[in-house]
Every structure is written in C-alpha cells, then in structure tokens.
C-alpha cells in the first residue's frame, strides 16, 4: 500500500510537469494565409498562401517551439502582417498578428483573441518573417 502512494505521487508530478510544458496552442493545417497591412489603416490584402509542407511545417516547429506569454497587450499601430493555417477548407480559428520592431531585427505576435503574445529572438524572427513572406527581415522598408 505504501508503494502505491509513491506511484501516484510520481504520475501526478510527471503530468503536472508535462501539462506545465505544454504551450497549449495546437496548430492545425496544410496551408498558410498570409496578409499585409495596406497603408497605415487597419485594412489588409491577401499578401501570399503558402502550401509548400516543408515550409508549413516549419511555421509550425517555430510557433509551437515558442513561450507564449499570457498578455492582453495594446499595440500603438495595426499589425503589419496578418496569417493563419488553412486545411480541408477550414480556416483556423487561430489569427496571427505580426508586427515588425523599429530596429527591423525582431518579430512581435499576438493571437487574436487568445491573450497570447511573444517577441521572438533575432534568429527565429528573421527566420519567421522570412518564412511566411519571402522577404528577409532586414530588408523590409
């Protein structure tokens, strides 16, 4: 009987360990919808659809990879770009905001209605931004 309390013990702390590890963001999808801010308005146009599986799957090691904190935050100026994942012919629910910093080295994140928000180190933001639109970061005007 007493191993038994150890036992239980053990698989309680090792699933509160692998829940505490867990973004908790699933990213679904085989295609990626990106948009871009047009002007200084909060209007956006279709900027480019990403199918490539390798490239997607990228996206998705980088997303999943990240600490998401949890934060409402207030940005001074709309997103510059806008993406989510599509598969089967359903959009994800999950909206992407991207904002660029004034430096041009880093990438900001919030998902849309999810309270979730990062900025991403230099290497994954470039990594990131040139992933989804083609452009390197340090190239943006």
């Not at 191993?3 to 509160?16: C, E, G, P, V």
């Not at 360990?17 to 956006?44: H, M, P, T, W």
């Not at 100026?77 to 999950?94: A, D, V």
Request: aromatic share 12%.
């Amino acid at each position: 009987m007493k191993h038994y309390k150890y036992l239980w013990a053990f698989i309680s702390i090792f699933l509160m360990l692998i829940a505490g590890c867990s973004n908790g963001i699933e990213i679904e999808g085989d295609k990626i919808l990106v948009q871009k801010r047009v002007g200084e308005e909060n209007e956006y146009e279709h900027f480019k659809e990403i199918t490539d599986k390798g490239t997607v799957q990228k996206v998705k090691d980088i997303l999943e990879s990240t600490r998401w904190e949890n934060a409402e935050v207030s940005m001074a100026y709309p997103p510059h770009y806008k993406f989510r994942f599509e598969g089967n012919n359903e959009q994800s629910e999950l909206i992407y905001d991207l904002w660029i910093s004034p430096n041009k080295d880093k990438v900001e994140l919030v998902i849309e209605g999810e309270g979730k928000y990062v900025q991403l180190s230099k290497s994954k933001s470039a990594k990131l931004f040139e992933t989804i639109t083609g452009i390197r970061l340090s190239d943006v005007e």
